[in-house]
């Protein structure tokens, strides 16, 4: 599901190169276009979670599947940079309630000592997704000219398909909650439902004052500003990657090979950390480094010299960013309880989300008016050296008062 999702959200990144031609889109309007789905997703995501408790997860995942790939697939019909970010904003409100659900739906059905691994393996499928997108969006090009239509528009239209097509077979097989499963016996079923009892997993639900009392709670705000720095680097790269690869002269498809390589390794070094983080239970030391090392790795890439240590450095840069997404996620799981989870997980992932309108709304702004990507990524390697400060001072503070 989450798959789909994420390669919905993500293809434009890759129709891109073609499209902005065919249509005339400035890089300022392209790069706005990628950015603004996360402000639908921003101003729905906190009530679609409340949605999710009070209507139950078969039905509210299941539209909201529906209604993105419905959406993504008519981004193929889009003849303007006003339509374009029409399309977008509407695609991030659809998308705005599923991820939080899915989220908190994991941390029922696991004990919190495996959520760091939990939720790693979850955040896995964004590198995972990037790259079989590149893959398949090379795949869809060929279609150039079928039925008249460009083979960004085929792109959409094949890859909003399948989200369809799951969303309502997640209708079907999906339990509003997890103890009612099919595939668990009773004692598991019994053993789930005293343990959210006991954890207040269930109790008040459906109440807004859940998400109040996590809304006046500082580490949570300290979090999401964390989590907003490092989604304002993770949106740059994601839908400016392909054309920053493509500007060194490649063709599309080399390009589509060349971007799949730092995020299988990206993949693969999260589920390492995680694994680990784990075993540990620690997992500040690793997200702390991955940090700096993302930083020095954006820097190095855009202060420029030979084309191969740029391409070895961005995929550093990139790996790590994503054992950063996967671990952050293992803090808030941690201090919160009962229903607060959900809500804690929705306030950090909406408003740090916000980070994905501004990365690669400004990033596009920086690229029209110095006509190359070096200071963008300049700009993106403060960033993440920010997050690694805050994060620093945020455990350091959170330790002494036992929070994390």
Not at 200 to 217: E, P
């Amino acid at each position: 599901m989450f798959f789909f999702a994420y390669v919905d959200r993500v293809n434009i990144s890759f129709a891109a190169m073609d499209m902005r031609r065919d249509l005339q889109i400035s890089a300022s309007i392209y790069g706005l276009g990628a950015g603004i789905f996360f402000l639908g997703y921003f101003l729905f995501e906190i009530p679609g979670n409340y949605l999710l408790t009070r209507i139950g997860a078969r039905l509210w995942l299941s539209v909201c599947m529906i209604a993105w790939g419905v959406i993504s697939a008519s981004m193929s019909c889009v003849t303007n940079g006003t339509e374009l970010l029409c399309g977008r904003f509407v695609l991030g409100v659809a998308e705005a309630g599923f991820y939080p659900g899915i989220l908190f739906f994991l941390m029922q059905a696991f004990p919190r000592h495996w959520h760091g691994r939990v939720i790693s393996y979850l955040i896995v499928v964004i590198p995972v997704s990037s790259a079989l997108s590149a893959f398949m969006s090379g795949l869809i090009f060929h279609l150039h000219g079928v039925l008249g239509l460009h083979g960004w528009q085929w792109l959409f239209v094949l890859e909003g398909l399948p989200s369809i097509l799951l969303g309502f077979v997640l209708y079907g097989y999906l339990p509003n909650r997890i103890e009612e499963a099919s595939w668990l016996t009773q004692a598991e079923r019994e053993y789930l439902a005293l343990r959210h009892q006991e954890s207040g997993l269930r109790s008040s639900s459906k109440s807004f004052r859940v998400f109040a009392s996590v809304a006046a709670d500082g580490t949570v705000w300290r979090l999401a500003a964390i989590f907003f720095c490092i989604s304002f680097v993770n949106g740059t790269i994601h839908f400016w990657l392909p054309q920053i690869v493509s500007s060194v002269g490649y063709g599309r498809q080399t390009v589509m090979r060349l971007v799949t390589v730092p995020y299988i390794l990206g993949a693969l070094a999260l589920i390492v950390c995680a694994a680990r983080s784990d075993r540990t239970g620690n997992p500040r030391t690793a997200l702390f480094v991955a940090m700096i090392a993302s930083c020095m790795g954006l820097f190095m890439t855009a202060w420029g010299g030979n084309v191969m240590w740029q391409g070895l450095f961005m995929t550093i840069a990139i790996a790590c960013l994503f054992i950063v997404l996967g671990l952050l996620w293992v803090i808030p799981g941690d201090r919160l309880r009962g229903t607060k989870v959900a809500g804690g997980v929705a306030l950090i992932n909406s408003v740090g989300n916000l980070g994905n309108f501004f990365g690669p709304t400004i990033f596009s702004f920086t690229l029209e008016k110095s006509g190359h990507y070096q200071i963008g990524l300049l700009m993106d390697a403060i960033i993440v050296f920010l997050a690694a400060v805050m994060f620093m001072a945020v455990t350091a503070v959170a330790t002494q008062r036992g929070d994390v």
